[in-house]
């Protein structure tokens, strides 16, 4: 059940994707040769908080605005210290570990080098530490919602 949701969500991910990567062909902004990597990017990202959502579901017996919750106090945040809408470094030094641990930061900051052209000037090493963070995180959420199902299943 995990492994299908999953996969809907991947699909419908890669989907909205595509189209986005597609216009911003068309108009000329789509990054060269390293452009559909904002496509990768983007899916692993949404899958692997998909994951992790996915996985506090299989637990809930009862909805009860957990949800809601969720997407207050964790979601909101992590989009507005995700560097989407403004550099990390202008945050608060106190805060910067909340863009740190987000995997949204993780994920803009590969999808941004795709977008600017390529890894010109960002070692190598910050960008594969982004995407072993955001596979850690997907693998380990899977996981998670696989046992947790499991559980509730076969009770």
Same mark, same amino acid.
Request: proline fraction near 4%; hydrophobic fraction near 60%.
């Given at each position: 059940?995990?492994?299908?949701?999953?996969?809907?969500?991947?699909?419908?991910?890669?989907t *909205?994707a595509?189209?986005?990567?597609?216009?911003?062909?068309?108009?000329?902004? /789509?990054?060269?040769?390293? *452009? $559909?990597?904002?496509?990768?990017?983007? !899916? +692993? !990202?949404? =899958?692997? =908080? %998909?994951?992790?959502?996915?996985?506090?579901?299989?637990?809930? !017996?009862?909805?009860?605005? &957990?949800?809601? &919750?969720?997407?207050?106090?964790?979601?909101? $945040?992590?989009?507005?210290?995700?560097?989407?809408?403004?550099? &990390?470094?202008?945050?608060?030094? /106190?805060?910067?570990?909340?863009?740190?641990?987000?995997?949204?930061?993780?994920?803009?900051?590969l999808?941004?080098?795709?977008?600017?052209?390529?890894?010109?000037?960002?070692? /190598? %090493?910050?960008?594969?530490?982004?995407?072993?963070?955001? +596979?850690?995180?997907?693998? !380990?959420?899977?996981?998670? %919602?696989?046992?947790?199902?499991?559980?509730?299943?076969?009770?």
């Amino acid at each position: 059940m995990a492994d299908g949701q999953l996969l809907f969500v991947a699909l419908r991910v890669v989907t *909205g994707a595509v189209l986005y990567y597609l216009v911003l062909l068309a108009f000329g902004a /789509a990054g060269g040769g390293w *452009g $559909p990597l904002m496509v990768v990017s983007g !899916t +692993l !990202t949404a =899958c692997g =908080c %998909a994951a992790w959502i996915l996985a506090l579901d299989s637990v809930l !017996t009862s909805e009860g605005g &957990v949800f809601n &919750v969720l997407f207050r106090f964790v979601i909101v $945040p992590m989009t507005l210290f995700s560097g989407s809408f403004f550099p &990390v470094d202008r945050i608060p030094a /106190a805060l910067r570990w909340v863009a740190w641990v987000s995997p949204l930061w993780h994920g803009n900051e590969l999808a941004r080098t795709a977008a600017l052209g390529g890894a010109a000037g960002v070692p /190598a %090493a910050r960008l594969l530490l982004h995407a072993v963070v955001l +596979l850690a995180l997907l693998g !380990t959420g899977v996981a998670v %919602a696989r046992r947790g199902f499991d559980r509730r299943l076969l009770r």
